[in-house]
């Protein structure tokens, strides 16, 4: 870790695998619960699941870090399974969850939490969060809390032994009096971390219901509003001219860039800008240290704080396009495992904003679009179009979660063979292949990590409606919703392909077709056979999983061989997606719509 928080190279590239994922094995004989908690975990966790009391015991071994374990099964009980896994000497926390009501007889049994179906998804992830924390303490301060949460389980309710629970209270306050200050000390880490862990969980089903970037940045700062956080805000940041500003603030933040202009500061100033600048050129979390004469120039407390404050920033991003910065104050030393999930949420936070301009750009009545004049060689499908004095016509794109941008690109009149020599050999290419032969050309399938205007623009965010280019002179359009700042784009593509121009700027209507207009529109493209076919497939469960009918089943009941089916089948589907993608501004729809009603 560098000065002020901000990771070295090695440590901010660094991805985690799934091998440093915790193993969470769940076992009931319940299959809908033990699938429905598989669900609930996967996320996070490696999951393995048993469904009875031998398969546990044939699935846990040295990897497993938490289990998840049902008391009443048919073959062999969670309780023999508990005393095997024991008995191997396994280091795993272990919560039992079972419908079985607890009895003094659970006081010796050697778990760490009790669960009393039903559960929900917020109690099995709490549980397993909490049991991965514990799993870092010594062995005696865990066997304070796995005494205590049996204590906790077993109160108020009748036992039939109270001598027992008596006993069990007992050592639980000898345990506490011998390792008191420690205990503390873990029951507030334990605490910061649910509420951390909350606070994700809160934020997640924020952004569910999160219509528009506002909302998503005003959900997250209000979510800060409660300790260990003195508050948050988020900075917005113009790419284009690389300048900060605030776009939203918690309650609790009376003057973000109030740091920087305190002049009883002294040493102890920072500039926010300055350390939100950082966050996003490296991409990487910041932190800095904020006595408490600083710190009161930022937060709206009547009181000045009476601590040192950590000032930390994350990038919210997606992909490579960066949208600001989220801003956070923690009181006191920020924890490894909070800047992890301050990063995280970051991310999820970018995802969101992601998510909510692309649902502008495609549900707005009206758009922008930027036409712009391409010659710059620097692009990879110029140069290629330059070198083989050819016409190289992007007909789609899919942009890959790896960062890699895929493109769908028709190149006229071009042996593969060439295409595959002047490509291949570029870093910016990570695969080149051929998807289709045509009469005037081939289709190539290209994923591109950079070097192409296409790559760039879909990474900042915009809609590239077409890119054709002949000889090495191009036009290429994008699509932005209206309002937005264009400057983005513009000056986005301009810094790594200085030969792009705009040429134009036009205002067009993305008026919505009706449900009924669509549909008429398709019939007319569908032949009767093709018709006939999708609806009876559709009928006879060929579209459900597992099929309800198979292609021969189908193609029997219309008197027709499957081979045949599958045409008509085929044919129709794609002209099906073809007239959908054609209505929502698809390329690929409207360059190949004609060629679908020839079939």
Same mark, same amino acid.
């Given at each position: 870790?560098?000065?002020?928080?901000?990771?070295?190279?090695?440590?901010?590239?660094?991805?985690?695998?799934?091998?440093?994922?915790?193993?969470?094995?769940?076992?009931?004989?319940?299959?809908?619960?033990?699938?429905?908690?598989?669900?609930w975990?996967?996320?996070?966790?490696d999951?393995?699941?048993?469904?009875?009391?031998?398969?546990?015991?044939?699935?846990?071994?040295?990897?497993?870090?938490?289990?998840?374990?049902?008391?009443?099964?048919p073959?062999?009980?969670?309780?023999?399974?508990?005393?095997?896994?024991?008995?191997?000497?396994?280091?795993?926390?272990?919560?039992?969850?079972?419908a079985?009501?607890?009895?003094? #007889? !659970? %006081? $010796?049994?050697?778990? &760490?939490?009790?669960?009393?179906? =039903?559960? /929900?998804?917020e109690? @099995?992830?709490e549980?397993?969060?909490?049991?991965?924390?514990?799993?870092?303490?010594?062995?005696?301060?865990?066997?304070?809390?796995?005494?205590a949460s049996?204590?906790?389980?077993?109160?108020?309710?009748?036992?039939?032994?109270?001598?027992?629970?008596?006993?069990?209270?007992?050592?639980?306050?000898?345990?506490?009096?011998?390792?008191?200050?420690?205990?503390?000390?873990?029951?507030?880490?334990?605490?910061?971390?649910?509420?951390?862990?909350?606070?994700?969980?809160?934020?997640?089903?924020?952004?569910?219901?999160?219509?528009?970037?506002? #909302? !998503? %940045? $005003?959900?997250?700062? &209000?979510?800060?509003a409660?300790? =260990?956080? /003195?508050?948050?805000? @988020?900075?917005?940041?113009?790419?284009?001219?690389?300048?900060?500003?605030?776009?939203?603030?918690?309650?609790?933040?009376?003057?973000?860039?109030?740091?920087?202009?305190?002049?009883?500061?002294?040493?102890?100033?920072?500039?926010?800008?300055?350390?939100?600048?950082?966050?996003?050129?490296?991409?990487?979390?910041?932190?800095?240290?904020?006595?408490?004469?600083?710190?009161?120039?930022?937060?709206?407390?009547?009181?000045?704080?009476?601590?040192?404050?950590?000032?930390?920033?994350?990038?919210?991003?997606?992909?490579?396009?960066?949208?600001?910065a989220?801003v956070v104050?923690?009181?006191?030393?920020?924890?490894d495992e909070?800047?992890s999930?301050l990063?995280?949420?970051?991310?999820?936070?970018?995802?969101g904003?992601?998510?909510?301009e692309?649902?502008?750009?495609?549900?707005?009545?009206?758009?922008?679009?930027?036409?712009?004049?391409?010659?710059?060689?620097?692009?990879?499908?110029?140069?290629?179009?330059?070198?083989?004095?050819?016409?190289?016509r992007?007909?789609?794109?899919?942009?890959?979660?790896?960062?890699?941008?895929?493109?769908?690109?028709?190149?006229?009149?071009?042996?593969?063979?060439?295409?595959?020599?002047?490509?291949?050999?570029?870093?910016?290419?990570?695969?080149?292949r051929?998807?289709?032969?045509?009469d005037?050309?081939?289709?190539?399938?290209?994923?591109?990590?950079?070097?192409?205007?296409?790559?760039?623009?879909v990474?900042?965010g915009?809609?590239?409606?077409?890119?054709?280019?002949?000889?090495?002179?191009?036009?290429?359009?994008?699509?932005?919703?209206?309002?937005?700042?264009?400057?983005?784009?513009?000056?986005?593509?301009?810094?790594?392909?200085?030969?792009?121009?705009?040429?134009?700027?036009?205002?067009?209507?993305?008026?919505?077709?009706?449900?009924?207009?669509?549909?008429?529109?398709?019939?007319?493209?569908?032949?009767?056979?093709?018709?006939?076919?999708?609806?009876?497939?559709?009928?006879?469960?060929?579209?459900?999983?597992?099929?309800?009918?198979?292609?021969?089943?189908?193609?029997?009941?219309?008197?027709?061989?499957?081979?045949?089916?599958?045409?008509?089948?085929?044919?129709?589907?794609?002209?099906l997606?073809?007239?959908?993608?054609?209505?929502?501004?698809?390329?690929?729809?409207?360059?190949?719509?004609?060629?679908?009603?020839?079939?």
């Amino acid at each position: 870790m560098l000065a002020d928080g901000v990771p070295d190279g090695d440590e901010a590239d660094a991805e985690p695998t799934p091998a440093d994922r915790p193993t969470v094995l769940v076992v009931d004989d319940d299959r809908a619960l033990a699938d429905t908690c598989e669900y609930w975990l996967r996320e996070e966790y490696d999951v393995r699941v048993a469904y009875g009391g031998r398969q546990a015991l044939e699935r846990v071994d040295g990897d497993v870090d938490v289990v998840l374990l049902d008391r009443r099964m048919p073959d062999v009980s969670g309780d023999d399974v508990l005393e095997e896994i024991d008995d191997r000497g396994l280091d795993c926390r272990i919560a039992m969850m079972t419908a079985v009501a607890p009895d003094t #007889d !659970i %006081v $010796e049994m050697p778990f &760490d939490e009790y669960l009393v179906k =039903p559960v /929900d998804e917020e109690s @099995v992830t709490e549980t397993v969060e909490e049991l991965l924390v514990r799993a870092e303490f010594d062995e005696r301060i865990r066997e304070y809390f796995a005494l205590a949460s049996t204590e906790a389980v077993l109160d108020g309710r009748e036992v039939r032994d109270p001598a027992t629970l008596d006993d069990l209270a007992e050592r639980v306050r000898e345990l506490r009096a011998e390792r008191e200050s420690e205990i503390r000390d873990r029951e507030r880490q334990l605490e910061r971390t649910r509420r951390i862990n909350g606070l994700l969980r809160e934020v997640d089903r924020g952004l569910v219901d999160a219509d528009t970037r506002a #909302d !998503i %940045v $005003e959900t997250v700062c &209000d979510s800060f509003a409660a300790s =260990p956080y /003195d508050g948050a805000w @988020v900075a917005r940041y113009d790419q284009a001219v690389g300048t900060v500003e605030c776009e939203v603030a918690g309650e609790s933040i009376a003057s973000p860039f109030g740091l920087a202009d305190d002049a009883d500061a002294g040493d102890g100033a920072v500039d926010p800008e300055a350390l939100v600048k950082r966050t996003i050129d490296t991409r990487s979390p910041v932190t800095a240290s904020v006595p408490p004469s600083a710190a009161a120039a930022v937060l709206a407390a009547p009181d000045p704080p009476d601590a040192d404050r950590t000032f930390v920033a994350v990038p919210i991003d997606y992909r490579e396009t960066v949208y600001g910065a989220l801003v956070v104050y923690v009181r006191g030393d920020i924890t490894d495992e909070e800047l992890s999930m301050l990063v995280e949420m970051g991310e999820t936070v970018g995802n969101g904003i992601n998510g909510a301009e692309s649902k502008r750009l495609l549900h707005a009545d009206s758009a922008v679009e930027l036409e712009f004049e391409h010659t710059d060689a620097g692009d990879v499908l110029v140069d290629l179009s330059r070198e083989l004095d050819t016409t190289v016509r992007l007909e789609g794109i899919a942009p890959a979660d790896d960062g890699v941008v895929t493109c769908f690109v028709h190149v006229s009149d071009a042996d593969p063979e060439a295409v595959f020599g002047s490509v291949t050999p570029r870093d910016a290419v990570a695969n080149a292949r051929v998807v289709s032969e045509e009469d005037d050309g081939t289709l190539f399938e290209l994923r591109l990590t950079d070097a192409s205007a296409v790559v760039t623009l879909v990474e900042l965010g915009a809609k590239v409606e077409s890119f054709a280019v002949t000889g090495g002179e191009g036009r290429l359009v994008i699509r932005a919703p209206a309002g937005s700042d264009l400057r983005t784009f513009t000056l986005g593509v301009q810094s790594p392909f200085p030969e792009v121009s705009v040429v134009a700027k036009r205002e067009v209507d993305d008026a919505v077709q009706s449900t009924s207009s669509f549909r008429r529109q398709l019939e007319e493209k569908l032949t009767d056979r093709q018709r006939d076919v999708m609806e009876t497939a559709l009928t006879s469960g060929y579209f459900e999983w597992p099929r309800g009918s198979t292609a021969e089943e189908v193609a029997s009941s219309l008197g027709i061989a499957a081979p045949t089916f599958h045409e008509h089948l085929r044919a129709g589907e794609r002209k099906l997606i073809e007239s959908f993608f054609a209505e929502t501004g698809d390329r690929v729809g409207r360059d190949r719509e004609e060629r679908a009603a020839d079939d």
